[in-house]
């Protein structure tokens, strides 16, 4: 893999307090059931909760990594943090199945990440498409906030994807669960 898991949850850390403060649109959604509306990215679909901004990669400050396609964050901060979800699309320059993927990636972060602390992982079903979701709990380092991860991982052909979602341990248990409903709601194409 040409980035390390470290890297690309930096990404998300990044989105979290840095990004949110740029200009986004609002396209390529239409409603669905739920109270959740189905974002169409081309290569994929995720449904997201319509009063979350949705942040595009031309949004971006130079220094987010062009493997990060798309965030979508809370409009306002939960004790300070914004609670985000984004799509990561990495070249893997070979076919490799997403449960492998998956597993070499939760490997990368039990290694890399301060207080790792996996929750739960599940092989799950998206539409005949075999997927791995990780629940964890880690600092990107010692100095950051606790984040606890919600992420799916995906393969299709030489691509691997990583929908991840980021909140405060604390986050109420409503949020916490819509998190992981946006997470593996996504969809390839």
């Known amino acids: 893999m040409k980035y390390t898991i470290k890297k690309l949850l930096a990404v998300a850390l990044i989105l979290m307090f840095a990004i949110f403060l740029n200009g986004c649109g609002e ?7 739920a109270g959740l509306q189905t974002y169409e990215g081309g290569e994929f679909t995720i449904s997201i ?4 901004k ?8 130079a220094d ?7 965030a979508f964050t809370t409009p306002e901060a939960y004790d300070g943090f914004f609670i985000n979800v984004n799509v990561i699309k990495e070249n893997l320059q070979q076919e490799i199945n997403a449960i492998d993927y998956g597993r070499a990636n939760i490997n990368l972060s039990s290694q890399n990440l301060t207080d790792y602390e996996k929750t739960q992982e599940a092989e799950i079903d998206l539409n005949g498409t075999p997927a791995l979701v990780h629940i964890f709990q880690a600092r990107l380092n010692p100095t ?6 919600v992420q799916l991982y ?20 409503e ?7 946006i ?4 969809r390839l194409r």
């Open 154 to 173: 995906a393969t299709k052909g030489n691509y691997g994807y990583i929908v991840s979602g980021g909140m405060l341990p604390s986050t109420p248990k």
């Open 54 to 61: 949705i942040i595009n990669q031309s949004d971006f400050y």
């Open 27 to 33: 396209n390529g959604s239409t409603a669905t059931t």
């Open 64 to 70: 987010i990594p062009k493997e990060t396609v798309i």
């Open 175 to 181: 949020i916490r669960d819509q998190v992981g409903s």
């Open 183 to 186: 997470v593996t709601s996504f």
């Open 49 to 52: 909760d319509p009063t979350w």
């Open 144 to 149: 950051e906030k606790l984040i606890r991860f």
